[in-house]
């Protein structure tokens, strides 16, 4: 149970293009989705917070025109990178909060390899 | 040995021995952390948590041991096998928040 999946795997796209990338809870249902960041041999990063039916919530530093996120149901979320350029090549990694109330343990996806040309 | 510069940490042991991995949290209103492992072009691996009412936890194989007084979390692994050979990262949860804060990450090698 609490499976994640992420969609595309990898992607390379040209500079100046947009990418979407889909985060799905297979068997549960996640009010909550959160979106990471990973450069090379770096850590993961939050960059939001998505929630189901409402806006999503950006970590400072982190541009909301840049990177779309929509949740637009209680099993998928998604990541659009607009005007994409080649430092935002990345590992971009989707978790899912199991639960509601005071859990908090989160169940993550297998990551997104985005190169930008 | 372990060994620290531009690259992530790196603790190399020899396959049989027990590994330890340290981390040192940031947020005293920390309540649960957990560590994961990561493979290469893969997502985080849950490996084992603890809530900030323990101080050990033990599984198959790994323990977690957490000490609030000086915000240290350490992750054992006993008989150190190839396939423990990943980067090990702790997270840390504020109370009262969702958000997870991840730590820079520890490179465990296995050799043969």
């Known amino acids: 149970g609490a499976v994640v999946s992420q969609h595309p795997s990898w992607v390379i796209c040209k500079s100046g293009t947009s990418v979407k990338i889909e985060c799905r809870s297979l068997?549960?249902?996640?009010?909550?989705m959160f979106w990471y960041r990973q450069f090379p041999k770096q850590s993961l990063m939050l960059m939001a917070t998505?929630?189901?039916?409402?806006?999503?919530?950006?970590e400072q530093g982190v541009e909301k025109d840049k990177f779309l996120i929509n949740h637009a149901s209680l099993t998928l979320s998604t990541l659009t990178v607009t005007s994409a350029h080649p430092e935002d090549s990345s590992f971009y990694i989707c978790?899912?909060?199991?639960?509601?109330?005071?859990?908090?343990?989160?169940?993550f996806g297998p990551g997104t390899r985005l190169t930008v040309l | 040995g372990e060994s620290v510069g531009l690259h992530l940490p790196t603790l190399s042991v020899q396959e049989g021995d027990n590994s330890i991995i340290n981390c040192a949290y940031s947020?005293?209103?920390?309540?649960?952390f957990i560590w994961y492992k990561q493979e290469s072009g893969k997502g985080p691996q849950f490996i084992i948590d603890?809530?900030?009412?323990?101080d050990k936890r033990q599984g198959q194989r790994v323990t977690v041991l957490l000490n609030k007084t000086v915000k240290h979390l350490s992750l054992q692994i006993a008989a150190t096998q190839p396939g423990d050979s990943a980067v090990y990262f702790c997270?840390?949860?504020?109370?009262?928040?969702?958000?997870?804060?991840f730590g820079t990450g520890t490179r465990l090698k296995v050799l043969a």
């Open positions: 978790s899912a909060r199991v639960g509601a109330g005071v859990i908090v343990e989160q169940f």
């Open positions: 068997d549960f249902q996640a009010t909550t």
């Open positions: 998505s929630n189901e039916g409402s806006k999503a919530t950006y």
């Open positions: 947020n005293s209103a920390s309540d649960y």
């Open positions: 603890i809530r900030s009412n323990m």
């Open positions: 997270a840390e949860n504020i109370a009262g928040t969702y958000k997870y804060i």
